[in-house]
């Protein structure tokens, strides 16, 4: 394989409250509800979808876990979705020399009291620190945590929710996906290599998560994500829109920050024929 994943499965936003964040995307912006919100002695948390992945809103209990550099909100990190067995996969990184955290089964017991697999998860160690977690997650055919069909994979549950997208036309902004995160760091050229050696991007050539998505790194004290973008099929209308709703926090000409609060997320015009 020439990269192990097939896509960027979700994108972790760590909140203090997900309630504020889940009714913009969904009820002010339009945007397709992927996993609805769920309170849980352990977080608050719910998905909307954006095209080409989801944005998992995640407001735990306790956000211990972060250091004092990267408090809530911020954009944690994201998952992978393997391109084959997770244990190809990492299989597929040890010969890359990457190093990965052991793989770690989240279980739950189903109706009828069995213990299942929902959900398998290995950190890449090379390219995550404590503020900022970039990680492998398998699904499991079996798990019962999860609204969507058993059946469904991955690949056809996005495509069931970017249809849906496109019947509503992006919603209010004309959302169209993710087209890019920004990472800073404090190894720029490490970072660069682990992220190549990853993506199999060569030296001439931008790093691409995928062929949609671009990781733009940049020098920083300490490895976090500083923004994410989103593309819009107008930005004169999505330009309107966060106008009249009072979102707009910055007009950059050819970007637009939007209001999302507290966490740093900006819009760019697509290519046109994007849905």
Not at 85 to 93: K, S
Not at 187 to 196: A, K, P, Y
Not at 241 to 261: F, I, K, M, T, Y
């Amino acid at each position: 394989m020439q990269r192990p994943y097939r896509s960027v499965d979700h994108v972790v936003l760590r909140l203090t409250a997900a309630e504020p964040l889940y009714e913009l995307f969904s009820n002010t912006l339009g945007l397709p509800v992927a996993w609805p919100l769920q309170r849980e002695a352990f977080a608050t948390y719910g998905w909307i979808h954006v095209g080409n992945t989801d944005l998992e809103l995640w407001a735990a209990s306790s956000n211990s876990d972060l250091p004092d550099h990267a408090p809530a909100p911020l954009i944690h990190g994201f998952a992978l979705e393997p391109a084959a067995a997770l244990a190809e996969c990492l299989a597929w990184m040890s010969e890359a020399a990457l190093a990965f955290q052991a793989p770690r089964a989240f279980r739950s017991q189903n109706p009828t009291g069995q213990w299942v697999t929902n959900f398998t998860n290995s950190v890449v160690r090379d390219v995550s620190a404590p503020g900022c977690c970039v990680f492998f997650c398998e699904w499991d055919r079996c798990a019962t945590i999860y609204p969507w069909d058993a059946a469904e994979t991955p690949v056809a549950r996005r495509a069931q929710l970017r249809e849906a997208l496109a019947e509503r036309r992006g919603g209010a902004l004309g959302i169209t996906g993710l087209q890019s995160i920004r990472l800073a760091t404090p190894e720029l050229e490490s970072t660069r290599r682990h992220w190549r050696a990853l993506t199999g991007s060569t030296g001439g050539e931008a790093i691409r998560l995928t062929s949609d998505i671009a990781l733009e790194l940049v020098s920083g004290e300490h490895l976090r994500i500083e923004s994410i973008c989103l593309g819009v099929q107008s930005l004169d209308v999505a330009r309107n829109v966060l106008r009249n709703l009072r979102l707009l926090a910055q007009d950059h000409g050819n970007a637009l920050a939007l209001s999302a609060h507290g966490l740093r997320m900006e819009l760019r015009e697509a290519a046109p024929g994007s849905f």
